[in-house]
């Protein structure tokens, strides 16, 4: 039996790409098999983790419970497209800076949410930043580090911003 392919268009991390896809297509499969760009990571396949985590026209979505047909017509930005001008990004340098990864299956995700998290509440409160990323699974770190990495993400945003 033939199933059905759709032809989808995204804008992904900035650039216009194309697929066929079948319906069933997971946005997590159509990033990874179909345009190439790995580093969006599926742990649990059930939306639980937060590995797959990307951002949907700037909001987190779990990739591996969205649609790619869903995601026509939209912006996705993966953990490639956090860097800016070859530059890692805020948040992507607090993570470094801070040790907030260690076996790093977990990181594409965790960076994903932290982006869209601080740029909706720049100046984050512990318990804030807490309950941000409360929904990603690190199976490696007791999460000391990964807030820190938040705190320490949110200063360095607004020292660009000076």
Request: hydrophobic content about 35%; aromatic content about 4%; glycine content about 10%.
């Amino acid at each position: 039996m033939n199933e059905t392919r759709h032809h989808v268009t995204l804008t992904v991390n900035g650039v216009v790409r194309e697929a066929t896809v079948p319906g069933r297509r997971l946005l997590s499969d159509c990033l990874r098999h179909d345009l190439g760009l790995t580093g969006t990571h599926v742990g649990c396949e059930h939306g639980v983790c937060g590995a797959c985590t990307v951002l949907l026209d700037g909001e987190p979505v779990r990739s591996c419970l969205t649609f790619a047909v869903t995601a026509d017509g939209h912006e996705i930005t993966t953990v490639e497209g956090l860097a800016r001008d070859g530059e890692p990004s805020p948040v992507q340098r607090a993570f470094s800076e801070c040790h907030a990864l260690q076996c790093g299956f977990c990181t594409p995700g965790f960076l994903c949410t932290v982006t869209a998290f601080l740029r909706d509440n720049p100046v984050p409160t512990e318990e804030e930043a807490l309950e941000a990323v409360a929904g990603n699974l690190c199976r490696c770190t007791g999460y000391q580090n990964i807030l820190k990495a938040v705190h320490r993400a949110a200063e360095l945003q607004a020292e660009e911003g000076r």
